[in-house]
């Protein structure tokens, strides 16, 4: 860690690059972020200079890349300064940086960049990334002791190697010898993933106890895992930027590891406001947001408080209908809010003012069991929860049933079609769906094909029906197949969007907008998968004007549920 012989004092001119205010609905910062003048150096903060950093919330980034990553995923963000300026724009005060490049092909040519990077951007806070018994870790270390880098990452995943002591143990032990902070990516691309080897960084913390261990991107999938990594190894500390899950945040500081738990946003892959808003919205105290935002990160580099309270926005009364909500249980993801209540109590917490649900259990296999629980919650909370029936095309006889009876129940508003039940949305076994559906009036959430020729012919044959292709959060027009879809909003004005989704690049949303039409994109969350705010962060924290969000997240969905 850094020596307390080397202290540089901070100006309050300098203090006042801090300042934050808050606009509307949603998070901003001046457009400053912190100046440490370096943060090479322990820097000092007198009494005067403090009380101003009181009162001033700070966000720190423990996960941002700079640099285009194969896929194409960071082309938005050609240089650092753009990437600072959205960062920026998103509520994020500094960030520590890795580059892509480190990742994708060559470690030691990424931290060239980094630290060229850094000469230019005192602010930020750099690391490296090594390879072990590739990397030379003497050189390594050199240089990192000239840019005073604090932070070592690994990536085991795309590295293919392994974490446990026997493999890594010479190479953690020399780092934890230079009392360096280890990052350990293992790069979860999805949230079902569970790419995570926690026996492996249980073994890992045991044998080298004194070396700080910050495991980057758990998952909502690691739900079982890691409360019991935390409880048995002090040194381990959690990067939030793919736990979304409800209330789960909450829960883990109720629990006592709020000062385990540090903020990232794995920048560019995902939009940091997302996050941020999460947050915001979680019911968590000021002082335990700062813990998360900054305090914890900055205790381990041994740096003093940025802040010492978090200042909450005042968010506006915004009216949001959420249209893709899920009730009950699903096997990979423990979230302990899959009951009508649970949904109810998030959605309060939340600002959300309707929902309208499908059921887990009809998705997996029980269609009227799930059916009657969707009925059931739906009339405990009129006015709140509104239904889709879900239905199975390959029990044709079962879905004549579900339709006579919820057909016309005035709570259910739609129909729910799912990819896993295994029927190419082009297969004739819809047609009674499809029929019913025009009929009616209805919309039909559809989690199936992006066969843009496929849903030309369907929403030609069926105008009267809206077909709301879900998921659409996840894709980009960047993608041809993406393109291609969107652009059949200019021919079918039955054709919609929902946001909802884990992977939304920076940036995606917009493009959506730009060619689909924004009368086009509607909000869901895929909740309990993800929370509410996170999925609502992704529309308040993006640069499309007030009147597009108000129409995603509410008038598009009034006027395709009747409501």
Same mark, same amino acid.
């Given at each position: 860690?850094?020596?307390?012989?080397?202290?540089?004092?901070?100006?309050?001119?300098?203090?006042?690059?801090?300042?934050?205010?808050?606009?509307?609905?949603?998070?901003? #910062?001046?457009?400053? $972020?912190?100046?440490?003048?370096?943060?090479?150096?322990?820097?000092?903060?007198?009494?005067?200079?403090?009380?101003?950093?009181?009162?001033?919330?700070?966000?720190?980034?423990?996960?941002?890349?700079?640099?285009?990553?194969?896929?194409?995923?960071?082309?938005?963000?050609?240089?650092?300064?753009?990437?600072?300026?959205?960062?920026?724009?998103?509520?994020?005060?500094?960030?520590?940086?890795?580059?892509?490049?480190? $990742?994708?092909?060559?470690?030691?040519?990424?931290?060239?960049?980094?630290?060229?990077?850094?000469? #230019?951007?005192?602010?930020?806070?750099?690391?490296?990334?090594?390879?072990?018994?590739?990397? #030379?870790?003497?050189?390594?270390?050199?240089?990192?002791?000239?840019?005073?880098?604090?932070?070592?990452?690994?990536?085991?995943?795309?590295?293919?190697?392994?974490?446990?002591?026997?493999?890594?143990?010479?190479?953690?032990?020399?780092?934890?010898?230079?009392?360096?902070?280890?990052?350990?990516?293992?790069?979860?691309?999805?949230?079902?993933?569970?790419?995570?080897?926690?026996?492996?960084?249980?073994?890992?913390?045991?044998?080298?106890?004194?070396?700080?261990?910050?495991?980057?991107?758990?998952?909502?999938?690691?739900?079982?895992?890691?409360?019991?990594?935390?409880?048995?190894?002090?040194?381990?500390?959690?990067?939030?930027?793919?736990?979304?899950?409800?209330?789960?945040?909450?829960?883990?500081?109720?629990?006592?590891?709020?000062? $385990?738990?540090?903020?990232?946003?794995?920048?560019?892959?995902?939009?940091?406001?997302?996050?941020?808003?999460?947050?915001? #919205?979680?019911?968590?105290?000021?002082?335990?947001?700062?813990?998360?935002?900054?305090?914890?990160?900055?205790?381990?580099?041994?740096?003093?408080?940025?802040?010492?309270?978090?200042?909450?926005?005042?968010?506006?009364?915004?009216?949001?209908?959420?249209?893709?909500?899920?009730?009950?249980?699903?096997?990979?993801?423990?979230?302990?809010?899959?009951?009508?209540?649970?949904?109810?109590?998030?959605?309060?917490?939340?600002?959300?003012?309707?929902?309208?649900?499908?059921?887990?259990?009809?998705?997996?296999?029980?269609?009227?069991?799930?059916?009657?629980?969707?009925?059931?919650?739906?009339?405990?909370?009129?006015?709140?929860?509104?239904?889709?029936?879900?239905?199975?095309?390959?029990?044709?006889?079962?879905?004549?049933?579900?339709?006579?009876?919820?057909?016309?129940?005035?709570?259910? $508003?739609?129909?729910?079609?799912?990819?896993?039940?295994?029927?190419?949305?082009?297969?004739?076994?819809?047609?009674?769906?499809?029929?019913?559906?025009?009929?009616?009036?209805?919309?039909?959430?559809?989690?199936?094909?992006?066969?843009?020729?496929?849903?030309?012919?369907?929403?030609?044959?069926?105008?009267?029906?809206?077909?709301?292709?879900?998921?659409?959060?996840?894709?980009?027009?960047?993608?041809?197949?993406?393109?291609?879809?969107?652009?059949?909003?200019?021919?079918?004005?039955?054709?919609?969007?929902?946001?909802?989704?884990?992977?939304?690049?920076?940036?995606?949303?917009?493009?959506?907008?730009?060619?689909?039409?924004?009368?086009?994109?509607?909000?869901?969350?895929?909740?309990?998968?993800?929370?509410?705010?996170?999925?609502?962060?992704?529309?308040?924290?993006?640069?499309?004007?007030?009147?597009?969000?108000?129409?995603?997240?509410?008038?598009?969905?009034?006027?395709?549920?009747?409501?």
């Amino acid at each position: 860690m850094l020596s307390t012989t080397n202290i540089l004092k901070i100006s309050i001119t300098s203090v006042f690059s801090i300042v934050f205010y808050f606009t509307g609905n949603y998070l901003h #910062n001046s457009g400053n $972020r912190i100046d440490f003048k370096s943060v090479k150096d322990l820097v000092e903060v007198d009494a005067q200079s403090t009380a101003i950093l009181d009162e001033k919330p700070f966000v720190i980034d423990v996960n941002v890349g700079l640099g285009r990553f194969t896929n194409g995923i960071g082309a938005d963000f050609p240089n650092t300064e753009s990437s600072l300026e959205h960062l920026d724009k998103e509520g994020v005060g500094t960030a520590v940086i890795y580059s892509v490049l480190s $990742r994708e092909s060559d470690a030691e040519e990424g931290n060239a960049i980094v630290m060229e990077e850094y000469e #230019n951007h005192p602010e930020l806070i750099p690391s490296s990334v090594i390879n072990p018994y590739e990397t #030379n870790l003497e050189e390594a270390l050199a240089d990192m002791d000239k840019y005073n880098i604090q932070i070592v990452r690994l990536f085991p995943v795309v590295g293919h190697y392994s974490v446990y002591p026997s493999i890594i143990g010479p190479v953690v032990s020399k780092l934890q010898e230079a009392n360096k902070i280890l990052f350990i990516d293992f790069e979860a691309g999805h949230w079902s993933s569970d790419a995570i080897n926690y026996d492996g960084v249980f073994q890992l913390s045991q044998a080298y106890p004194e070396i700080p261990i910050v495991l980057i991107g758990p998952t909502i999938t690691g739900t079982r895992n890691y409360v019991n990594l935390l409880r048995e190894c002090e040194n381990v500390y959690l990067e939030i930027s793919q736990m979304f899950q409800p209330e789960e945040v909450y829960r883990l500081v109720k629990k006592g590891y709020g000062k $385990r738990l540090i903020f990232g946003s794995d920048f560019p892959i995902r939009k940091p406001g997302a996050l941020i808003n999460m947050l915001l #919205n979680s019911g968590l105290s000021q002082d335990e947001l700062n813990n998360i935002f900054s305090q914890n990160i900055l205790n381990l580099l041994e740096k003093p408080s940025a802040s010492k309270s978090f200042s909450m926005p005042d968010f506006e009364d915004e009216k949001i209908i959420d249209l893709h909500v899920h009730q009950g249980k699903i096997n990979p993801t423990v979230t302990g809010t899959e009951k009508a209540e649970d949904i109810v109590r998030n959605m309060d917490r939340c600002g959300i003012t309707a929902g309208i649900v499908t059921s887990m259990w009809s998705i997996h296999g029980d269609v009227a069991r799930g059916n009657k629980a969707v009925s059931e919650a739906c009339a405990a909370y009129p006015d709140r929860l509104y239904g889709y029936i879900t239905l199975d095309p390959k029990y044709p006889e079962e879905v004549k049933s579900q339709l006579e009876l919820y057909g016309d129940n005035p709570s259910f $508003r739609g129909i729910k079609l799912h990819a896993i039940q295994g029927v190419d949305i082009s297969d004739p076994r819809h047609d009674i769906i499809f029929s019913f559906a025009d009929k009616k009036g209805w919309v039909l959430l559809c989690h199936a094909s992006n066969d843009y020729r496929k849903w030309d012919k369907i929403c030609a044959n069926y105008r009267n029906a809206n077909f709301l292709i879900a998921h659409s959060g996840t894709g980009d027009p960047k993608v041809h197949s993406v393109l291609q879809l969107a652009e059949l909003t200019k021919k079918h004005k039955n054709l919609y969007f929902d946001t909802a989704g884990s992977g939304m690049p920076p940036m995606a949303l917009e493009r959506l907008v730009e060619v689909a039409g924004v009368d086009h994109v509607t909000y869901g969350s895929d909740y309990p998968m993800f929370d509410f705010s996170y999925e609502t962060g992704r529309i308040l924290y993006s640069s499309l004007t007030k009147k597009e969000k108000n129409a995603i997240l509410y008038e598009n969905g009034r006027k395709l549920l009747g409501l």
